[in-house]
């Protein structure tokens, strides 16, 4: 598919954004809403079970307008149908991208390279299924003959974010007779923890590598095999009842002492941050089960549908992807705090960190020339209401604007005396705040002193969307997921990046193979970084020396 011919400052829409943007930035939320008495009903959306109310953002018609033809004359259309036929739109990697393809029904077809993909995708959640069957009913036996309680996921980056958020905002649904843990990080810190207080007769490690050979990754597994072999007594056959893979290097797997048979395989069309729905899963599945996991794989469904076939003045990861665009090109904002108002979902701001800046963090368009506009935002937050005691106050009255994205839920999973009425209570009274904050005749209305009056000012103005869902299962949670998959797809497309590349996180890994055997060698390195490099790897090798 050929490029837009026009970068993305000289089409018409974007022009026409600059010069509505000096008017629109003048006018304040209250002004908006006292203006237009049906505002609040009228920019909102509803699909697929999730309600979004927009009406608290910086926008009129005039905006909506723009935004919509800038995404039009940015070919956003044609790049869904791009994406959804599997054609290689990640260019850099020659690849398609089809994380669609692996929540598509069996009726589906898609093709890449003249093959159908589908069938594969639902042959390998089959398999998934009947391996997780076998560990809940506890027909799986551990080398002594003991029943796996405890599961240990090990992975890094996508194969270990998804999994982690999945896994604690559906804790609701778990099997709880099963422990889980995640060890990702290469701090040995990580590792020890997890496995502290485990019994390995009684644990099962799943290893998440595509390649079998990042480095994180196989460090921390061949720790967790030393680790089961030492309590096992030393029996190498051990391994093979205690460690399945999630991979696609056979040989690999099998030199690990892994049978084959317990490899569950992916593609190369699913990026590690879009694949927390395909075999990276499988700690997922085996935590809510196949019957939740297929339900969670049919929300994201329903909202890819959504997204490639709603009008884009309805279609929710479109608003939501041109609002944020309004806000990062246009008033400049540098972040985004997602706040989800459900204790389940406090792992799905970190989540969507890898998503969001892992997919848009880019300086050169897909023909590789330096864009002139901000890309990719900063996304970060934490579950209400802990924020409120901690950022908020930054956010209600700081010099910097940042949007917001509320998520909340009309049902709680744990019905505790008044807690949902007070948490959903703070929400709308946040968005509230946010929007249209107190002015210094409210404030001196309330008898506050003259001197302290400039200190309980809120400007106000201050954007937000809410999102408001019935309730958090897995299919809900699919939806909410895949929304902001969309959304980040939106921005790039507009921006004319390639979204599901990640060439910045290669750098720092080839540079740290360099310098592992400059640590570990027992002769002094020869040295060839720069001088602050040099002295920090000298005065390591030092310490580590005289401990």
């Not at 240990?152 to 609701?172: F, Q």
Request: hydrophobic share 40%; aromatic share 10%; with cysteine.
């Amino acid at each position: 598919m050929e490029n837009t011919p026009l970068s993305l400052v000289d089409r018409s829409a974007w022009q026409s954004l600059k010069t509505h943007f000096e008017t629109i930035s003048k006018s304040h939320l209250r002004e908006l809403f006292a203006n237009d008495p049906e505002r609040g009903t009228r920019l909102s959306a509803e699909a697929v079970g999730i309600f979004l109310d927009y009406s608290k953002n910086r926008i009129d018609a005039k905006t909506l307008e723009l935004l919509l033809q800038l995404a039009k004359e940015s070919k956003l259309r044609e790049r869904m149908d791009a994406m959804f036929s599997g054609e290689k739109i990640n260019t850099t990697e020659n690849r398609a991208v089809l994380h669609v393809a692996l929540r598509a029904p069996k009726t589906a077809s898609i093709l890449v390279d003249g093959q159908d993909v589908i069938p594969g995708v639902h042959e390998v959640l089959d398999k998934m299924a009947s391996f997780c069957e076998r560990i809940r009913s506890k027909a799986w036996s551990g080398h002594t003959g003991k029943p796996i309680k405890n599961l240990v996921n090990i992975g890094i980056g996508g194969s270990d974010l998804g999994p982690v958020m999945a896994y604690e905002a559906l804790r609701h649904y778990s099997d709880r007779s099963l422990t889980f843990r995640f060890v990702s990080n290469i701090d040995g810190t990580d590792f020890a923890e997890a496995v502290l207080d485990l019994d390995p007769a009684e644990t099962l490690f799943i290893v998440s590598s595509k390649t079998f050979t990042t480095l994180e990754t196989m460090t921390n597994a061949h720790t967790a095999r030393a680790w089961l072999l030492q309590g096992l007594g030393g029996d190498e056959s051990a391994v093979a009842k205690h460690f399945v893979a999630v991979s696609t290097n056979a040989k690999e797997v099998s030199k690990f002492g892994i049978d084959t048979a317990n490899m569950f395989g992916f593609w190369d069309w699913v990026g590690g941050r879009y694949s927390m729905d395909s075999a990276i899963g499988l700690s997922t599945m085996l935590a809510i089960g196949p019957d939740n996991f297929r339900a969670m794989l049919q929300g994201f469904h329903e909202m890819d549908e959504h997204f490639r076939s709603a009008p884009f003045e309805s279609n929710l990861p479109v608003l939501m992807g041109l609002l944020a665009l309004w806000y990062s090109n246009f008033f400049e904002a540098s972040t985004v705090a997602v706040l989800p108002y459900e204790q389940y979902l406090k792992r799905f701001p970190a989540y969507l960190q890898q998503l969001t800046m892992e997919s848009n963090g880019k300086h050169v368009t897909l023909d590789g020339a330096v864009v002139g506009y901000q890309t990719g935002a900063i996304y970060w937050g934490e579950p209400g209401t802990n924020g409120q005691h901690s950022f908020y106050q930054l956010i209600h009255q700081g010099t910097r604007l940042i949007p917001c994205d509320f998520i909340a839920f009309n049902q709680p999973l744990n019905q505790v005396g008044r807690h949902h009425d007070i948490l959903l209570a703070n929400v709308f009274a946040q968005a509230e705040a946010l929007a249209f904050g107190k002015t210094s005749d409210e404030v001196k209305a309330e008898g506050t002193p003259d001197w302290l009056v400039p200190h309980r000012v809120f400007e106000g103005n201050r954007p937000s969307n809410l999102l408001l869902i019935d309730e958090l299962t897995p299919n809900t949670l699919g939806k909410l997921v895949a929304l902001y998959e969309h959304s980040v797809f939106t921005q790039g497309v507009i921006w004319n990046i390639d979204s599901f590349d990640q060439w910045g996180v290669e750098l720092g890994k080839v540079l740290a193979n360099r310098i592992v055997p400059e640590l570990e060698g027992q002769d002094e390195p020869n040295l060839a970084h720069d001088s602050s490099t040099n002295n920090l790897i000298r005065r390591y090798r030092r310490a580590k020396q005289s401990a």
